[in-house]
């Protein structure tokens, strides 16, 4: 019974009744909805969102948020483009180029962060704004206008199958896509990293109180850093799937995505004060979110345009109730120790 009563009142409890609930509602509605085929590509045409959701909760367990991961994947992809494009650099070298960009990103925006003791959200909008402007001045150097987007990676064999760098994005394993199964295999890295690791428990233990960590002998402020640069790295990896699936090299690929990480994150059982997370609850909250995103206009006709309101809402409402019952049970709390 008290393992039962504990399932329960897990939050990712009521994230797994939500998502059959979708599936129910989503299934009567429309029956094409639950081919198995168009789930896996509404999941892929989501996957950047998905990945780095699950390094925003680090960053958020210690207290902190990212903001700048969707300019950082526009960055990604265009130095992926101009590099292969106008570099005749080999496609995998300039996706490793990529990276470390991104990596020094994330370590600049951590460092002010961590050891200048700025904010956060000032750090990462910040960011945004340099990083989107890096991606644009970097697509200037392209002979391919920056509307148009670098196209033309090295795609498909004369049997017809995606080989080399589109099969990133294009690619199957064992009937499943590509990129739902790295985005596994970064689940189980993740879950293990956060929840069996030393590493994982400085990140919650720098989220619940830093000063305390710090005295018991934690570096704090590398810690804080390590997870900007993780963050940084997986919107590399968005940036380079992406490119991969569309086959085009934009400077402001995945522009939008920052409400939809957050919103996973927060949704997910994070809370935006650090301390507490998991990565299951962002998993099952991005694939909430994902599936919300499928279902609405193929079953009720809602526009893709209007999507960022029902997410909106969610996460004000997420935030609204947690406040609410984080009240109470102070309350609750008081007023037993009163009597």
Same mark, same amino acid.
């Given at each position: 019974?008290?393992?039962?009563?504990?399932?329960?009142?897990?939050?990712?409890?009521?994230?797994?009744?939500?998502?059959?609930?979708?599936?129910?509602?989503?299934? @009567?509605?429309?029956?094409?909805?639950?081919?198995?085929?168009?789930?896996?590509?509404?999941?892929?045409?989501?996957?950047?969102?998905?990945?780095? /959701? %699950?390094?925003?909760?680090?960053?958020?367990?210690?207290?902190?948020?990212?903001?700048?991961?969707?300019?950082?994947?526009?960055?990604?992809?265009?130095?992926?483009?101009?590099?292969?494009?106008?570099?005749?650099?080999?496609?995998?070298?300039?996706?490793?180029?990529? @990276?470390?960009? +991104? +990596?020094?990103?994330? @370590?600049?925006?951590? $460092?002010?962060?961590?050891?200048?003791?700025?904010?956060?959200?000032?750090?990462?909008?910040?960011?945004? $704004?340099?990083?989107?402007?890096?991606?644009?001045?970097?697509?200037?150097? /392209?002979?391919?206008? =920056?509307?148009?987007?670098?196209?033309?990676?090295?795609? #498909?064999?004369?049997?017809?199958?995606?080989?080399?760098?589109?099969?990133?994005? #294009?690619?199957?394993?064992?009937?499943?896509?590509?990129?739902?199964?790295?985005?596994?295999?970064?689940?189980?890295?993740?879950?293990?990293? %956060?929840? &069996?690791?030393? &590493?994982?428990?400085? %990140?919650?233990?720098?989220?619940?109180?830093?000063? +305390?960590?710090?005295?018991?002998?934690?570096?704090? !402020?590398?810690?804080?850093?390590?997870? &900007?640069? *993780?963050?940084?790295?997986?919107?590399?990896?968005?940036?380079?799937?992406?490119?991969?699936?569309?086959?085009?090299? #934009?400077?402001?690929?995945?522009?939008? &995505?920052? *409400?939809?990480?957050?919103?996973?994150?927060?949704?997910?059982?994070?809370?935006?004060?650090?301390?507490?997370?998991?990565?299951?609850?962002?998993?099952? =909250?991005?694939?909430?979110?994902?599936?919300?995103?499928?279902?609405?206009?193929?079953?009720?006709?809602?526009?893709?345009?209007?999507?960022?309101?029902?997410?909106?809402?969610?996460?004000?409402?997420?935030?609204?109730?947690?406040?609410? @019952?984080?009240?109470?049970?102070?309350?609750?709390?008081?007023? !037993?120790? #009163?009597?």
């Amino acid at each position: 019974m008290k393992m039962l009563k504990k399932i329960t009142q897990r939050w990712e409890t009521f994230l797994v009744l939500f998502l059959i609930l979708e599936f129910v509602v989503f299934g @009567a509605a429309n029956p094409k909805f639950l081919r198995t085929q168009s789930i896996m590509n509404s999941i892929v045409n989501y996957i950047s969102v998905c990945i780095i /959701s %699950l390094f925003v909760t680090m960053v958020m367990i210690t207290g902190g948020i990212d903001i700048q991961a969707p300019s950082i994947i526009g960055l990604s992809s265009i130095i992926i483009g101009v590099l292969w494009s106008d570099a005749g650099m080999n496609v995998w070298l300039a996706v490793l180029i990529a @990276a470390v960009v +991104a +990596a020094l990103c994330g @370590a600049l925006s951590g $460092f002010f962060i961590a050891y200048c003791g700025v904010q956060p959200m000032v750090v990462t909008l910040g960011g945004s $704004f340099l990083y989107s402007g890096l991606a644009l001045l970097v697509s200037g150097m /392209s002979a391919t206008p =920056a509307y148009q987007g670098i196209s033309g990676f090295p795609s #498909k064999t004369d049997a017809g199958a995606f080989v080399d760098f589109r099969f990133l994005g #294009k690619g199957t394993i064992l009937g499943i896509p590509t990129q739902i199964v790295i985005y596994i295999v970064l689940i189980v890295l993740c879950v293990w990293v %956060l929840h &069996y690791t030393k &590493y994982g428990e400085r %990140l919650y233990l720098v989220g619940v109180n830093s000063r +305390a960590a710090e005295y018991s002998g934690i570096n704090t !402020r590398a810690v804080i850093m390590s997870t &900007y640069i *993780l963050s940084a790295l997986s919107a590399a990896l968005s940036g380079a799937l992406l490119t991969s699936n569309v086959n085009s090299a #934009k400077y402001n690929v995945g522009s939008g &995505y920052t *409400l939809a990480i957050i919103t996973a994150v927060v949704l997910g059982g994070t809370l935006n004060t650090g301390g507490k997370g998991s990565i299951l609850g962002t998993v099952l =909250a991005s694939l909430v979110i994902c599936i919300l995103r499928y279902g609405l206009p193929l079953c009720f006709n809602v526009s893709t345009q209007n999507l960022d309101l029902p997410i909106g809402i969610i996460l004000v409402l997420v935030v609204l109730g947690r406040e609410i @019952a984080g009240r109470n049970m102070l309350s609750g709390l008081f007023h !037993r120790r #009163k009597s």
